[in-house]
């Protein structure tokens, strides 16, 4: 199956600061899609993107796919306490099934 | 409103003693998957399924077992329950694959598991 390498690990950021997570794989990816579990919670799906350069936004969260589809990127602007959590990127298995590779993920922590 | 559920919420036990888990969703998805959550590896796949009587297993399989006997269950089964199987434990579910539309996965609250 594709593997993704996610970085950082962890990221401490004061509050109003921008926020990056990387995601990163040596091959070609069909799709990333992103989740972020919230402490003490369960991970909760964010965006799915397939194609080629896409970038796509949710509020102050921008999702970008890379043009070789090798890698992606969640950027926060001005994170806010309530951005806490630890952030995962993940590969849907490509062929018609469901079965999801994650990264590591990256926890961040928001100082106020 | 669909849901996926998961019992017990927390659970000790002792080494060697066969411990099940279990999850129900009510999305009636096809796929249902068990993951295992630990500090420094993320989300690793146990088990997973796609449909009823089908079972496959994850890159963390060893001491695990699955069944699937309908569309809204899929219990997990420790077999003789070991230290380094305390964790947290996510059952997750999602529907028929289809690149052109959101294919997520929808977890469950989570086990936490102890093994002492």
């Known amino acids: 199956g594709q593997q993704v390498m996610q970085i950082p690990q962890y990221q401490h950021v004061q509050e109003g600061e921008d926020f990056t997570t990387y995601c990163n794989s040596s091959t070609t990816l069909s799709n990333i899609q992103w989740y972020k579990q919230r402490p003490g919670g369960h991970p909760v799906f964010l965006i799915q993107?397939?194609?080629?350069?896409e970038v796509k936004k949710q509020k102050r969260l921008t999702f970008q796919f890379g043009e070789a589809k090798k890698n992606s990127s969640l950027h926060i602007t001005a994170t806010q306490t309530t951005d806490v959590g630890t952030y995962f990127c993940a590969v849907l298995n490509s062929g018609g099934y469901q079965k999801v590779t994650f990264g590591i993920g990256t926890k961040l922590q928001v100082i106020p | 409103d669909a849901e996926i559920t998961q019992s017990p919420r927390h659970k000790i036990t002792e080494t060697g003693r066969q411990v099940t888990l279990a999850c129900h969703q009510t999305?009636?998805?096809?796929?249902m998957f068990w993951y295992r959550q630990d500090l420094g590896h993320g989300l690793r796949l146990i088990h997973y399924s796609y449909g009823v009587h089908d079972t496959n297993k994850g890159e963390v399989s060893d001491g695990y077992s699955v069944s699937r006997s309908n569309t809204e269950d899929l219990p997990l089964t420790l077999e003789s329950a070991a230290s380094s199987q305390t964790s947290v434990y996510f059952c997750?579910?999602?529907?028929?694959?289809?690149?052109?539309?959101?294919?997520?996965?929808?977890f469950g609250p989570g086990t936490r598991l102890t093994v002492l």
């Open positions: 999305w009636n998805h096809n796929n």
């Open positions: 993107l397939v194609k080629s350069g």
């Open positions: 997750a579910s999602s529907g028929l694959a289809d690149m052109s539309s959101y294919n997520e996965q929808f």
